[in-house]
C-alpha cells in the first residue's frame, strides 16, 4: 500500500482510484461495509481511502482528552491488510477546514487527486461547517466527473455501528461488546518503552506501552493476546495486562503493561500490537507488595482460562 501525505504528492499513477472517504477510526464493520462497496463500485480500479491526519475533531479541539481509537500507523496496517492500495492522508489543517463542499471536491476529490469514484457512509459530513452531505457529494460528483455511492450504516443490536459507541463499550469495559461492532478485537499498538522495571523483580516482567492520545478504555487488569511485529520474538503470544496509573506506586501517566505467557526475551523498542479479549477486574492498590503479586497469580491464571475459552 502507498501512502499519499497531501494532494502534492500524489503521483499520476495514483490517479484513477475507487476510494472510501472518512475518518476510518478503529476501521470498524461500518467501515468495512464502505470499503466493499468502494472496490464494487469500480472493480478495475485501485482500491483507495481518503482519511484526514490529523482527525478534524483534534484541530477543532486541541485540548480535548484523547479519543483516538487507534494509531495513524495501526490504521494504515489493518486498511493494507483490508486491500487498500492508496492511503490518501490529507493533513487536516485550517486551509481545508475553510474548503467550502464544492471547493474540496473539486481541488481535493477531482483535480489534486483524480479520484474515479467515492464512497461515503450515509452520515458522512464535509467542507467547511460540514456543510456537505452525500447528496451533495453525488451532485458534485456529477459536475466534476466522478461517481459517487452512498453506504447504508451497519446496525448491531438495532443500533448504529460507531466509533462513539465503541469507545463508550471499552471505557465501560465491555472489549467483547468492542470486538463485535469492529470486527476484530480492539488493540493498543506501540513501541515497548523502558519503565520502572518493578515487574521483573516481582516476577512479572513487561513490555511497556504509553496510551498517548489514544481513548482509555476501563482501567484494570485484561486477558491479551499480543502480536510481536517486528524483530526477533516476532509473532503472536497470550498474556495478561494491566492498564492504568498503578496506584500502589503514586504514578499517574496511564499505560498498559503486559505479561506475556511463557516468554523470555528482551522486547524492548519493538512494535507489538495488543489485542483486550476480557475485562477481568478494575485497578486496585493494595496494601503490601505480597498481596499484589498474590493477585497477579490469580490475573494470570484466570487470564490463560479466558483465552483458552476465546480460542
Not at 483535480?111 to 467515492?118: A, D
Not at 467547511?128 to 455511492?149: I, P, Q, Y
Not at 503486559?258 to 523470555?264: A, H, W
Not at 523498542?269 to 503490601?288: D, T
Amino acid at each position: 500500500m502507498r501512502i499519499i501525505r497531501g494532494v502534492d504528492a500524489a503521483r499520476p499513477e495514483d490517479r484513477g482510484a475507487t476510494a472510501a472517504m472518512g475518518n476510518f477510526d478503529g476501521v470498524h464493520r461500518g467501515h468495512r461495509a464502505v470499503l466493499e462497496l468502494a472496490a464494487a463500485a469500480a472493480p478495475d480500479a485501485p482500491l483507495g481511502v481518503v482519511t484526514f491526519d490529523p482527525h478534524p475533531r483534534r484541530f477543532f479541539q486541541p485540548d480535548a482528552e484523547p479519543f483516538a481509537l487507534m494509531s495513524f500507523e495501526a490504521k494504515a496496517r489493518r486498511l493494507e491488510r483490508l486491500g487498500v492500495e492508496r492511503l490518501f492522508a490529507l493533513p487536516f489543517d485550517a486551509g481545508l477546514a475553510a474548503l467550502t463542499p464544492a471547493a474540496f471536491c473539486e481541488a481535493v476529490l477531482a483535480e489534486g487527486l483524480g479520484l474515479r469514484h467515492v464512497t461515503v457512509g450515509a452520515d458522512f459530513c464535509f467542507g467547511k461547517g460540514r456543510a456537505g452531505d452525500g447528496a451533495t457529494l453525488r451532485a458534485e460528483g456529477a459536475r466534476l466527473g466522478f461517481g459517487a455511492t452512498l453506504a447504508p450504516l451497519v446496525a448491531d443490536g438495532g443500533e448504529p455501528v460507531s466509533s462513539t459507541a465503541i469507545r463508550s463499550a471499552l471505557r465501560e469495559g465491555r472489549p467483547e461488546e468492542a470486538a463485535r461492532m469492529l470486527g476484530h478485537w480492539h488493540r493498543i499498538e506501540g513501541v515497548v518503552e523502558h519503565g520502572e522495571k518493578r515487574g521483573r523483580t516481582l516476577g512479572y516482567p513487561t513490555a511497556n506501552l504509553s496510551l498517548g492520545d489514544l481513548a482509555p478504555p476501563k482501567f484494570g487488569v485484561y486477558a491479551v493476546k499480543v502480536d510481536v511485529l517486528d524483530g526477533p520474538h516476532a509473532g503472536q503470544r497470550r498474556g495478561v495486562a494491566s492498564l492504568g496509573v498503578r496506584p500502589m506506586f503514586g504514578e499517574n501517566r496511564p499505560n498498559l503493561e503486559t505479561f506475556l505467557f511463557d516468554f523470555s526475551g528482551d522486547l524492548y523498542g519493538a512494535r507489538i500490537s495488543v489485542a483486550l479479549v476480557a475485562f477481568q477486574r478494575p485497578e486496585l492498590k493494595f496494601e503490601s507488595v505480597e498481596a499484589l503479586v498474590r493477585q497477579m497469580d490469580e490475573d494470570s491464571a484466570q487470564a490463560r482460562r479466558l483465552l483458552a475459552a476465546a480460542a
